[in-house]
């Protein structure tokens, strides 16, 4: 069993599991919009890469939904 991890998620302090990747964060955190952009330490990560992007103990994620219009 993985042990867990503290991580920063849209600035609030989060357990999360240890093997996470940004892929099983969006859905944990059910941030599953089709515009959402992700930051991993301030560096914005490609949709592509997010199943294969790790988060380690003490990274920053940041989850942004793009809202444009009026």
Do not use: C, W
């Amino acid at each position: 069993m993985a042990q867990d991890m503290e991580i920063t998620v849209n600035g609030m302090m989060e357990t999360v599991p240890r093997d996470s990747t940004l892929d099983s964060l969006i859905v944990l955190f059910e941030e599953e919009h089709p515009e959402l952009i992700a930051e991993l330490n301030g560096r914005f990560v490609h949709r592509q890469d997010y199943a294969a992007t790790k988060v380690g103990p003490g990274d920053r994620v940041e989850f942004i939904n793009a809202a444009f219009g009026g």
